[in-house]
């Protein structure tokens, strides 16, 4: 039973106690009434029910390109697939940060997809990891294979990267937002090259 049934459950019980110790033949209907708006309310909650990663990115508005490059790398069903994933998703200043960095347009980044999907997936998790899961030091495995390590020293920082917002629910898993794009090892030393 959801908190919000529960709670929808408790005022009905609450209210058909106080109906019943006033002795107003009125009760009924006012346990009626309640119970139907209860019941509207839980339904347009749960019709409310967070989406999958890639919906909620795409509702954000602060991940446009990261949107256009798990489009571009062919990410969007594995995203929106059961999980659950724990992803860390640079915002949009992140993005033109990392291409102006590298000397690269958006444009190059999303017609190269062997880099850009190894890329997008050095930046996701198996499994839903919260920020109260993080310990200074850990490290873990990414789905592109190389690992990253968290560093809680000064914030929380993902590989030297700040997450600038965590624990943002989506039904298949986690986002957390970071200030910059991570580059896995092999891909930076092909960059420089």
Same mark, same amino acid.
């Given at each position: 039973?959801?908190? /919000?049934?529960?709670?929808?459950?408790?005022?009905?019980? =609450?209210?058909?106690?106080?109906?019943?110790?006033?002795?107003?033949?009125?009760?009924? $209907?006012?346990?009626?009434?309640?119970?139907?708006?209860?019941?509207?309310?839980?339904?347009?909650?749960? &019709?409310?029910?967070?989406?999958?990663?890639?919906?909620? =990115?795409?509702? !954000?508005?602060?991940?446009?390109?990261?949107?256009? $490059?798990?489009?571009?790398? +062919?990410?969007?069903?594995?995203?929106?697939?059961?999980?659950?994933?724990?992803?860390?998703?640079?915002?949009?200043?992140?993005? $033109?940060?990392?291409? *102006?960095?590298? +000397?690269?347009?958006?444009?190059?980044?999303?017609? *190269?997809?062997?880099?850009?999907?190894?890329?997008? /997936?050095?930046?996701?998790?198996?499994?839903?990891?919260?920020?109260?899961?993080?310990? *200074? +030091?850990?490290?873990? %495995?990414?789905?592109?294979?190389?690992?990253?390590?968290?560093?809680?020293?000064?914030?929380?920082?993902?590989?030297?990267? !700040?997450?600038?917002? =965590?624990?943002?629910?989506?039904? !298949? +898993?986690?986002?957390?937002?970071?200030?910059?794009?991570?580059?896995?090892?092999?891909?930076?030393? %092909?960059? &420089?090259?």
């Amino acid at each position: 039973m959801s908190l /919000t049934t529960r709670k929808a459950a408790a005022l009905v019980m =609450a209210l058909s106690l106080g109906a019943a110790a006033c002795g107003s033949d009125d009760s009924e $209907a006012v346990v009626e009434n309640t119970v139907e708006q209860s019941t509207d309310t839980t339904e347009a909650m749960e &019709e409310a029910e967070v989406g999958t990663i890639v919906d909620v =990115a795409v509702a !954000n508005g602060s991940f446009t390109t990261l949107v256009a $490059a798990v489009q571009a790398a +062919g990410l969007v069903d594995t995203l929106n697939s059961d999980g659950p994933f724990t992803v860390f998703a640079p915002t949009d200043d992140a993005f $033109a940060a990392a291409l *102006d960095a590298l +000397g690269l347009t958006a444009e190059e980044l999303l017609a *190269d997809t062997e880099t850009l999907t190894a890329i997008l /997936t050095y930046h996701v998790v198996a499994g839903e990891v919260l920020s109260t899961d993080l310990t *200074d +030091g850990m490290t873990a %495995a990414t789905v592109q294979g190389e690992e990253i390590t968290v560093d809680l020293s000064a914030g929380v920082m993902i590989n030297g990267v !700040n997450v600038v917002t =965590a624990d943002v629910p989506a039904s !298949n +898993g986690v986002i957390h937002a970071v200030d910059g794009v991570l580059l896995p090892p092999t891909v930076a030393a %092909a960059l &420089e090259h």
